[in-house]
């Protein structure tokens, strides 16, 4: 009896071994996925020189930051992320062709133009200047995103800061060319100062998400921050500093701030309003440390949801209940079944959030959405999430929504895409013009000599009671390593239908830890590029060559700028972008959607471009396309396309006009 009762208590050790080891080596298996080879076939990209500011390279380049003095131990920690990077039209040209970089090896936002732009939209790179606000070394920049705050259909941008509240750099209206004084810097968030130094809250963002979020026509502007609101980069300043106050549910970070477009005037002196809406998104979901957010409307209502993905603990997918003038969002949670484990249940994530993004994975007209984690083997090893739509139309989802229930089952497995590294930020797009989606992932942490990763592995011990103290944390040091030396992943689908990543056989495996990732159809050939931000690392961009690329629909959306006069003069596009637009289209071979994305993700920003690969499909496509005007009310329209670029201004209906 007594020895039948020790191999019963022995039992659930044995298993908890057997389910472990079988995981592991699932996990092994999953990485070394077959077909990689003849997959890369397909692709070709050639890495071309960035134009950096006149004497750019000739300054001191940073390799680490100065930080609060309770986070000197953990200074190579606390410096791993804030590099960023964007695509999109910044000379009004309609090409995607301009770059906003934030290269932390000088702390400086830089704006300049991709590789591949003609010779007509080419203009001396430059930095975002703050002057006149108040602006010191406490801070530095992490996130740049293009962007019309102000409607006359000109883009500026939103710079994300540590340390203080973001700056909207706008426009003026007689600018002709991309410069320094071309630009306006103003506070997005109110603040006044009487000595010329700051005195608002101290900021750290990580995310920001830019949308149609009330349906009236106009950007508002989600913020993520990660440290509370503290001096985590001034050397001098008072030990304010915290962690995480657990390693799977902590809830002690800046967190969520939603800010609301009230108004704008443009002209040499443009202005734009933004007002706090405090109680958009239910407390309990605002305040995890943010370090990436993004968002698609998965009703047709015109509104996107908003999903937070949150390190060191659940991620947050929140249900747009705004009417104009009121933003409002209500948490939704997957359902768990027998055989789900609980920490793939959506809402109950307990892993390491880096990045999101939503796409039509599966090629039936529905949005999924893809959540970067930490997923190193023989470290942390959790997984990405894949979340795919369960519904059979947006109203069977407004219904789930409604109810509280996210219907999205976690299959990142069985797609190929569980196990990648320490990653960051993901993007699905299509290069190839085949009609289905490759995956884009940005890896690594802190790249040194010395493997820390024990170190890490027992930290992650530790009782929650002691972990949000500095002091209780482990040393990272220069010269110390965690996931320092993962490169670039890119996920193409073999001949199976499962994703592999070719990263090495396209000569992507740059062994530099990376960031943030951008994409656009950078000569408007139909040709689909990206760069990449790293960390600690000059930014790089890949300009797509591959030789057999199928035939493409790339819709450019516009509504019509609050100042029509000038149209396609100086920095000023046909119109300006429509927020919010999502088209559905179908082809013989089936339905796809997509959206125009205003910025998302981890700090990676890709163009406003919306597009679809039709693979050898050459006849007519139709495509129904949904928008909200200036005054909030929804439209819809169902048109018949030419493969191709078009150029659609909405209005009350859809029109197509010419390019610039």
């Known amino acids: 009896m007594r020895q039948r009762e020790r ?10 071994v057997a389910v472990g080891t079988s995981l592991c080596l699932s996990a092994n298996a999953a990485v070394a996925v077959s077909g990689g080879e003849r997959a890369a076939a397909k692709y070709k990209f050639q890495e071309l020189p960035i134009a950096l500011p006149p004497g750019y390279d000739n300054q001191h380049m940073n390799t680490i930051r100065e930080v609060n003095p309770s986070y000197h131990k953990i200074r190579s920690w606390i410096s791993a992320v804030g590099a ?13 062709d301009g770059m906003c970089i934030v290269d932390t090896r000088t702390n400086q936002a830089i704006v300049t133009y991709t ?38 259909g000109r883009i500026g941008f939103l710079v994300t800061y540590w340390g203080r509240t973001p700056i909207l750099f706008l426009p003026k209206s007689d600018a002709t060319t991309p410069s320094p004084s071309a630009y306006v810097p103003r506070e997005l968030v109110p603040s006044q100062t009487l000595d010329g130094r700051y005195h608002g809250p101290r900021w750290n963002t990580d995310a ?51 800010l609301r477009w009230v108004s704008a005037t443009a002209g040499t002196d443009p202005q734009a309003a933004y007002v706090e809406d405090h109680d958009a998104i239910p407390f309990e979901n605002s305040t995890g440390w943010t370090l990436a957010i993004s968002g698609a409307d998965l009703t047709g209502d015109g509104l996107a949801e908003v999903y937070l993905a949150n390190d060191f603990g659940h991620g947050y997918l929140l249900y747009n209940q705004s009417t104009p003038g009121r933003i409002k969002f209500t948490e939704v949670k997957g359902q768990r079944t027998p055989t789900t484990p609980k920490s793939f249940v959506l809402g109950n994530g307990s892993f390491k959030g880096m990045g999101v993004d939503f796409a039509d994975l599966t090629g039936n007209g529905r949005f999924d959405f893809l959540v970067s984690n930490i997923n190193v083997p023989w470290g942390l090893q959790e997984s990405n999430f894949v979340f795919i739509n369960q519904t059979k139309s947006e109203a069977e989802m407004a219904r789930q929504l409604g109810a509280g229930i996210a219907p999205f089952t976690q299959q990142a497995q069985q797609y190929g895409l569980a196990w990648t590294g320490w990653c960051w930020d993901v993007k699905a797009d299509d290069f190839l013009n085949s009609g289905e989606k490759e995956v884009v992932q940005t890896t690594g942490f802190v790249k040194g000599e010395v493997n820390r990763w024990n170190w890490l592995q027992e930290a992650a011990t530790m009782n929650d009671e002691l972990l949000d103290n500095p002091d209780m944390w482990p040393n990272f040091q220069p010269g110390d390593d965690v996931s320092g030396h993962e490169a670039l992943a890119f996920y ?27 994409t656009g159809d950078t000569t ?9 931000a790293r960390q600690w690392g000059p930014p790089a961009f890949y300009a797509n060559q591959a030789p057999n690329r199928g035939n493409v629909l790339e819709l450019k959306l516009y509504r019509p700028s ?7 003069s100086g920095l000023k596009m046909i119109g300006s972008p429509a927020y919010g637009a999502t088209v559905e289209i179908t082809t013989p071979r089936g339905a796809q959607i997509s959206q125009l994305d205003g910025g998302g993700g981890h700090v990676g920003f890709r163009s406003f471009d919306v597009r679809f690969g039709l693979g050898s499909y050459a006849g007519p496509v139709s ?12 439209h819809q329209q169902s048109l018949s396309l030419t493969p191709g670029v078009h150029n659609l201004m909405l209005t009350d209906s859809v029109k197509e006009v010419p390019s610039r």
């Open 492 to 518: 193409a689908k073999n001949s199976s239908g499962t994703y592999v990543n070719i990263s090495s056989l396209l000569g992507l495996a740059v062994q530099t830890p990376t960031r943030a990732v951008a």
């Open 562 to 568: 609050t100042t029509p006069s000038g149209a396609g």
């Open 208 to 258: 920001v998400y830019i949308g149609d979020l009330d349906g009236s026509g106009h950007p508002s502007v989600v913020i993520g921050n990660y440290w509370p609101d503290s001096d985590v980069l001034d050397p001098k300043g008072i030990k304010n500093v915290l962690m995480p106050n657990s390693f799977s549910s902590a809830n002690n970070a800046g967190g969520a701030h939603v």
């Open 524 to 532: 408007s050939t139909g040709a689909l590029d990206f760069a990449v």
């Open 7 to 16: 191999l019963r208590r022995l039992v659930p050790g044995v298993l908890a």
């Open 115 to 152: 590789p591949t732009a003609p010779a007509s939209d080419r203009f001396t790179p430059f930095t975002l200047n703050p002057a006149p606000l108040p602006y010191d070394g406490t801070m530095a920049p992490t996130g740049c995103a293009p962007g019309d705050f102000t409607g006359d």
């Open 84 to 96: 960023g990077i964007a695509i999109n039209d910044v000379t009004g040209h309609g090409r995607a």
């Open 623 to 634: 495509a129904r396309v949904r928008w909200r005007d200036v005054g909030g009310a929804s």
